[in-house]
């Protein structure tokens, strides 16, 4: 994406809640079964609450039982960056908003067709609009 975002912590720090700074900015990780999506199911588009980035659609959520909101697929391919991460002595893929670089969470290959993935998110880097009738 063109439009990248850049901003200082302490600009972050001014639009974010402490929560979802230290997930999204230090990629941290909220605990299993906390986060206010994990168990949501209403149809809409999730959004980067960084930058308002579209980034999975409800469409595409489905329970894997991991206690985080889980997709099979993003929104738009563009719309997400994916990195090796091997903290904690695994070996993951971290996936990222491409606008600002905000951790999301990571995506396995234990997902459900059509894709097989499981993009494993945290509910404190995601915002939600509900689909208009």
Not at 58 to 66: L, Q, V
Request: hydrophobic share 30%; aromatic share 12%; with cysteine.
């Amino acid at each position: 994406m063109g439009d990248r975002i850049t901003k200082t912590d302490e600009e972050w720090r001014q639009l974010l809640t402490p929560e979802q700074f230290a997930v999204t900015r230090r990629k941290g990780t909220e605990r299993a079964f906390t986060g206010k999506y994990w168990a949501f199911n209403e149809p809409g588009v999730y959004l980067c609450v960084c930058c308002g980035n579209e980034l999975f659609s409800s469409e595409t959520k489905f329970d894997s039982e991991c206690g985080w909101p889980s997709f099979y697929a993003p929104l738009k391919s563009e719309h997400i960056e994916e990195a090796p991460d091997y903290s904690w002595g695994m070996n993951r893929t971290e996936v990222m908003c491409s606008r600002c670089g905000a951790h999301l969470g990571h995506v396995f290959d234990d997902g459900p067709a059509p894709t097989g993935l499981r993009y494993c998110i945290n509910s404190a880097s995601l915002n939600f609009v509900k689909k208009s009738e």
